[in-house]
């Protein structure tokens, strides 16, 4: 999966320094070969570390073609292809979340589109922000999960709304935003005089992949008027099995949703989209600054499809492209095939878990302390979280040096297992719980044989703790 060196190490061997004389091509191969080699091989069925892994080769050919002719997707005359692929493709999306119509662009990563709809949202609470600017304005709030995404607080801080101006809504065992909070929060930020404008739903959190109640989010923004935005990034991508397109029940109720297909999908980094119900030109409206020389009105041909004023971005790349041509040789029984394998995959992971002695899987102590509930018996996506205890901490007494020292564990394995590149897989604190395992489920080249192997390194790796 990966060769380790040292950043000093391998700042040695690639011999980065740049010279008034051009290398030779011999050596040129070399430095080729090497950052090959030193790489992380993320397209290694044993890399679990992201929430992307793995490699679709119609997608791969899709970015040779991009990269040859190196496009740039804002007006038609330049790149006529690229944007009616992208059309295509951003109307296929809407169809999957259940909107009659919409509108979207394709952009630079799921935290870009989280900027882009708390932007949109905010345009369309006060229009004129896009002339008159901050000033005069209320305090606006927005909601969201305490399990969301980090980039919301970075797309408030980003904007000037703040992040003390983003409400953090509790969540429940699973990791759910609980309505009944929300409800509450927004009362509370009415009473204070702020003016809230945005909530916005997760749909697969990044570490335990909990899906928020949908329905019940979106009554409590139609009695408030406030807009649903559904960072669907990781979770997005469930919308096409429809065995698991029930984890996202109500997102046709959204005013805006992100979704990667560069995740679960495989279609290749960067590959996200955000998609917005407003077919009205809300999109354009809020983002075009009807640059003369370039968006040229009267053109030879129709304008509209110059759709480069709907970005933030000048240049663009046709991410669309990947996914276009993956979703036309795989047709979409191929991509659904491909969700359903992988929670199948994870499922699988989750019962060898529970016959092995010292995997343990994420547990929460109830108020009174001493009963155990189960949080995660049953992934709802491909997150699997849970703790593995060496034999020497397993008749330790539960306490605060048992959670001190199990807290060491993960990081060690996890240096372990990097220096002998073996696999890579995340782990991390959350919600005062010490550092466990979060393997992730993506790639098709993974196989059950893959799984077992993950729990016999652990075990192999730690043996000695």
């Known amino acids: 999966v990966c060769e380790w060196r040292a950043p000093e190490i391998l700042k040695q061997i690639l011999d980065l320094e740049m010279r008034d004389t051009g290398e030779s091509h011999q050596k040129l191969l070399q430095l080729c070969r090497d950052v090959i ?41 330049v790149s006529p292809v690229f944007l009616l692929v992208e059309e295509a493709v951003i109307k296929k999306m809407i169809e999957f979340i259940g909107w009659e119509e919409g509108d979207g662009i394709f952009n630079p990563g799921g935290s870009v589109s989280n900027m882009y709809a708390m932007n949109l949202a905010r345009y369309k609470f006060c229009p004129e922000i896009k002339e008159k600017g901050l000033s005069g304005l209320p305090r606006l709030v927005l909601f969201t999960s305490e399990e969301c995404h980090y980039s919301m607080k970075k797309a408030a801080s980003f904007l000037g709304i703040g992040t003390e101006n983003v409400y953090f809504i509790k ?31 997760t749909a697969g959190t990044t570490v335990l992949g909990a899906f928020d109640p949908l329905d019940k989010i979106a009554d409590i923004c139609e009695k408030h008027g406030l807009w649903l935005h559904v960072d669907a990034s990781w979770g997005g991508s469930a919308l096409l099995s429809r065995k698991h397109c029930r984890l996202l029940h109500g997102i046709h109720r959204a005013d805006s949703v992100a979704w990667n297909p560069h995740k679960m999908l495989l279609a290749g980094i960067q590959c996200c989209a955000l998609l917005v119900k407003d077919n009205s030109g809300l999109l354009k409206n809020c983002y075009s600054a009807k640059a003369a020389y370039l968006f040229q009105q009267d ?14 971005q000048c240049s663009r790349r ?13 047709g979409t029984t191929g991509l659904e095939e491909r969700v359903n394998r992988a929670l199948a995959l994870a499922r699988y992971l989750v019962e060898e878990i529970k016959k092995r002695e010292g995997f ?64 890579m897989l995340g782990y991390q604190p959350h919600q005062g719980k010490v550092n466990f395992f979060r393997q992730v489920v993506i790639s098709p080249q993974v196989s059950r044989e893959d799984m077992d192997f993950l729990l016999d390194e652990i075990e192999l790796l730690a043996k000695d703790l």
């Open 171 to 201: 969540t429940d065992e699973r990791g759910k935003m609980i309505p009944e909070e929300l409800e509450k929060q927004v009362q509370r930020a009415r009473k204070e005089g702020s003016a809230p404008f945005l909530v916005c739903a």
């Open 299 to 312: 053109k030879f041909y129709d304008v509209s499809y110059d759709t480069g004023d709907k970005s933030i």
């Open 318 to 330: 046709p991410d669309a492209f990947k996914f276009w041509l993956m979703w036309k040789a795989l």
């Open 360 to 423: 343990q899987l994420l547990l929460e102590a109830s108020e009174n302390g001493t009963e155990l509930l189960l949080l995660l018996g049953g992934p709802e996506y491909a997150n699997i979280c849970f703790w593995y205890i060496p034999p020497s901490l397993r008749k330790m007494e539960d306490g605060p040096e048992f959670w001190q020292k199990l807290h060491q564990v993960a990081p060690t394995i996890k240096e372990r297992m990097i220096k002998k590149g073996s696999m």
């Open 37 to 77: 080699q030193y790489s992380v091989k993320t397209s290694h069925p044993r890399f679990f570390n992201q929430l992307y892994a793995g490699i679709d080769y119609y997608s791969l050919v899709a970015r040779f073609i991009t990269a040859a002719l190196n496009p740039s997707v804002y007006t038609y005359e």
